[in-house]
């Protein structure tokens, strides 16, 4: 009596899990037909939409356009900022509006170092240096790792998904408000 007991409720759930299962590769599988054969499979093709996301972030940035940096992410994008909480889109576009308000010249240089390409996703890593010259202030270089998840969109496009990155060398000061 008792095996019947806890036998019925765990064949429930096994069956209920593969229920899930299945709905979540079916769901899956709906999504990426969208996208069909837009998906990029090889490394030389998923390089070159890398380097296009690099060089418009950087483009950004070195133009102090913040809403030109949020317009790469995805909608449902975050960013993780050291010692800070993740960030979305709007939150993402305030904290770089909150940088280049200080003025001055910013500049970025990124060095990825490698990625991983799967269907409709690419993960790539790297290091950067920014060099920050504000007004009245000395210029200086903050150095650091990024890691960055892409996705292609149903509509075939590209866009950060997650985005981290942290310092090795912080900006002046780096710390001190906490």
């Not at 999504?31 to 998906?39: C, R």
């Not at 060089?55 to 317009?71: C, R, W």
Request: contains cysteine.
């Amino acid at each position: 009596m008792i095996r019947g007991r806890i036998l019925w409720p765990l064949l429930a759930l096994v069956v209920l899990l593969a229920a899930c299962a299945t709905q979540d590769a079916a769901d899956y599988a709906e999504e990426t037909a969208e996208v069909g054969a837009a998906l990029i499979l090889d490394a030389e093709a998923a390089a070159a939409v890398i380097d296009g996301i690099e060089q418009a972030f950087i483009t950004a940035y070195d133009a102090e356009d913040a809403a030109g940096i949020a317009a790469l992410f995805a909608a449902d994008g975050t960013q993780a900022q050291p010692l800070g909480a993740s960030l979305d889109v709007a939150g993402i576009e305030a904290a770089y509006a909150e940088q280049f308000a200080a003025g001055g010249d910013y500049s970025l240089e990124v060095m990825r170092e490698d990625m991983v390409v799967a269907d409709g996703w690419i993960v790539s890593w790297g290091g950067y240096v920014a060099t920050v010259a504000a007004e009245g202030a000395e210029p200086f270089e903050v150095t650091g790792r990024y890691g960055s998840v892409n996705r292609q969109e149903a509509d075939g496009t590209w866009k950060i998904y997650r985005h981290i990155f942290n310092y090795i060398v912080p900006p002046p000061g780096f710390g001190q408000e906490m």
